[in-house]
């Protein structure tokens, strides 16, 4: 089988590149600062220093930002279970696959904790949850039934529900972390939450990692 060759974008798209990611980042830093319902599209392309109609070739709306932050976030747990050798697949436990997931998560919210806490408010608000593909519940049923593969899990779960019961536990904890929560360890939340789903699930009882 011939190797793919790699596509190298072009000058143009370079700049198409440069350009969105300008307006993105400045979108970002304007709802930190200021809030998602308080910035305008005028305000976010004066931070940007692009017209107005550059915004729209680049975002059909401001809540196509929102949605590119999301897309960010799946990203970055994908590349970091990548980064960590963490398949369905793989040779770890399901218990230790799915704690690090909860720690790779809890890493991409903290790296800026101000501007995660800003985004999801908006994401919540824009109603995203309710029609958002639930791509972390998939990462979490993906392992879940791996581990019934392997004995870990018992067969009697449902591998999709289990992986809706993590997501739920991951967001409950991210949402009540979001709001004024003075010393709450978020990845140690996290921990304790997913453990307390898996001891329900576990074929053995309690989780060992």
């Not at 230790?96 to 904790?113: E, F």
Request: net charge negative; aromatic share 8%; charged share 25%.
């Amino acid at each position: 089988m011939a190797e793919r060759e790699s596509v190298v974008p072009g000058r143009r798209e370079r700049n198409k590149l440069r350009i969105r990611s300008r307006i993105y980042d400045s979108a970002l830093e304007l709802f930190t600062r200021q809030g998602y319902e308080q910035t305008t599209v005028d305000e976010i392309t004066e931070a940007a220093d692009v017209a107005r109609g550059t915004f729209f070739n680049h975002f059909q709306r401001k809540e196509d930002v929102i949605a590119a932050w999301g897309e960010t976030r799946r990203e970055l747990l994908h590349g970091g279970l990548a980064a960590e050798g963490l398949r369905p697949d793989g040779e770890e436990s399901t218990v230790h696959a799915l704690l690090r997931c909860m720690s790779i998560l809890a890493d991409i919210s903290l790296r800026d904790a101000d501007q995660t806490r800003a985004l999801l408010t908006a994401w919540v608000k824009a109603g995203f949850p309710l029609h958002e593909q639930p791509y972390v519940s998939d990462t979490f049923a993906a392992f879940v039934a791996a581990g019934q593969g392997r004995g870990e899990i018992r067969p009697s779960v449902d591998a999709r529900l289990a992986g809706f019961l993590l997501r739920d536990v991951y967001l409950g904890t991210l949402f009540r972390w979001a709001q004024p929560n003075p010393g709450m360890d978020l990845e140690a939340d996290l921990h304790a939450a997913c453990t307390t789903v898996l001891e329900g699930i576990l074929a053995g009882g309690t989780p060992a990692r």
